[in-house]
């Protein structure tokens, strides 16, 4: 599997695991899943605090740990929105600098690591205290506590602030041929920010099983799509590629943008990891006929 470059020092597999619908009951699975995943060669690891409220790195950790001699690997995760554990709840968003280093010292225990691979922010808005913000981050790697940080937000006017006033390693966002509207962020992007896509096969829009996804999931269609409008686009773009997860793989990989994949099973994983290895060398015009195919979206909100 390809590796990435990012900053910092850190090397990302171009392929990463997404964590949050790990069968975190059964971890018997859980352990099949990130085994697979290494053996595969991915060696990137996404999850969050809010995951689960903690669980979910708490199960990421212990899974990964048992791997943690055979192989090499980093470990991201997120912060910004506190909760309460113990009664499950989610408080509100905030992303100070008193909440973020409290949060992380959660993290790192709930991993079993000393240090945060990539600690993105999970979210932000223009009125955050940015600054406070950003240097709660810029402390932590001056600790030692992560080695690298950066942002998961659809805001063009928060990831402006955070290109011209951060240093930031990746920014994470929603990023598919459907759903496209990173594209008009890409140009504005320092040279030294990798884009992390998830979301690339669109909550199963772009799978093996796009037809059913589409019947039962999109019935009214989504983003500026109608369901009509969807189940067209979805016949155009099998006729560039007959396998949508990896044509969407090799449209990520043209745009320079690394990819998150979720699973929640070990099927899943396998049916993904076949995808990335079949995924196409895309050519200029095959990238055309896909814009062909779909909308040219773009941020209708947060610009100012």
Not at 242 to 268: E, K, P
Request: net charge negative; with cysteine.
């Amino acid at each position: 599997m390809k590796n990435i470059q990012l900053k910092d020092d850190i090397s990302l597999s171009e392929f990463s695991l997404g964590c949050m619908n790990l069968p975190l009951h059964d971890s018997d699975e859980m352990e099949r899943i990130i085994g697979r995943a290494l053996e595969a060669g991915i060696t990137h690891f996404d999850t969050a605090d809010l995951y689960q409220f903690g669980e979910n790195e708490k199960a990421v950790g212990e899974a990964l740990g048992k791997f943690r001699g055979d192989y090499s690997f980093t470990i991201g995760t997120k912060a910004g929105n506190e909760f309460d554990a113990a009664r499950k709840e989610k408080i509100g968003w905030n992303p100070s600098a008193s909440h973020i280093k409290e949060s992380i010292k959660q993290s790192l225990s709930r991993l079993g690591v000393e240090a945060i691979d990539l600690y993105q922010l999970h979210g932000g808005t223009i009125e955050d205290n940015k600054d406070e913000t950003i240097g709660a981050f810029e402390d932590l790697k001056q600790e030692g506590l992560i080695r690298s940080y950066g942002i998961s937000s659809i805001r063009p006017n928060v990831i402006d602030y955070y290109m011209k006033h951060s240093s930031i390693a990746t920014l994470m966002m929603q990023f598919n041929p459907i759903d496209n509207r990173p594209l008009e962020i890409l140009d504005g992007l320092n040279s030294d920010v990798r884009v992390l896509a998830r979301g690339p096969v669109m909550k199963g829009l772009l799978s093996n099983n796009a037809d059913k996804v589409l019947e039962n999931k999109f019935t009214d269609g989504v983003l500026e799509y109608s369901h009509d409008e969807l189940k067209r686009t979805i016949g155009a773009l099998r006729e560039v590629h007959s396998d949508l997860t990896a044509l969407s793989y090799a449209f990520l990989r043209h745009h320079d943008a690394a990819i998150v994949n979720g699973v929640s099973s070990l099927s899943q994983l396998e049916s993904n990891i076949d995808s990335y290895n079949r995924m196409p060398e895309l050519s200029q015009e095959d990238h055309d006929r896909i814009m062909s195919a779909v909308r040219l979206m773009k941020y209708e909100a947060h610009r100012a």
